[in-house]
């Protein structure tokens, strides 16, 4: 699911059929290669028969909900996944987030905004933006491309974090978003900030999906260092890697 092609495949699920004909009609003008798929189920076949690009679900599908083939598809890709919700509960977009999701688009939607995420996102996946700074300002020379605290290690162009040795498994953004922390230390980042950085666009006024992504992150490293405290939230501020700490 994961193999790269150009131009971009998308996959576009939804059981609305007037929703699923604007998206697919869109971003064919743009260029995509689009997948249409009416349910979660027939999504999930897509997904597992053919290289895909991005996937775009909408929550309430029948047989298999947006929530159910995310769930199942971030144990097997690291595509980027945009929700696409008429809901407007928080706690459902957070529970998408916490899925796995890169991004979550509420409807009624501009064409314009959809189209400026989908670039973002496949921006970010498409390409290293280590290996030589493109997309983010965040190139990386000989000098910092290993970074060392305590137990923690982080191979910035080889795209692995290690404790003690044995490596974690960080998603690209949750890597990346650690890796802007990282080469920073002691800098507090925004939520607004690190959205930009990292899904190259502006967030529109939508910074969950930094702070579920920080949870994420967090918990990862717990799991490996009792205690972890090395990412600070900055109340009213953002995100910062502590300077001195060990980990």
Known sequence: MNQ???PATILVADNEPAVLEVISVALTREGYHVIPACDGMEALEVLRSQPVDLAILDIMMPRLTGFDVCRIVRGESDIPILFLSGLQNEVDKVLGLGLGADDYIMKPFGIAELNARVAANLRRYRGNPFSNGAGTGMGVGSDNSMLHFGPIQIDVKGFTILVD???LPFSQKEFEIVCLLALSPGTAFSREQIYEKIWGAQPMG???TVTEHIKKIRQKFLQA????DQI???WGVGYKWEK???G
Do not use: V
């Open 4 to 6: 790269k092609s150009s």
């Open 165 to 167: 040795g044995t490596p």
């Open 206 to 208: 939508e910074t969950a």
């Open 225 to 228: 260092i009792p205690g972890f």
């Open 232 to 234: 600070k939230t900055i």
């Open 244 to 246: 001195d700490k060990a």
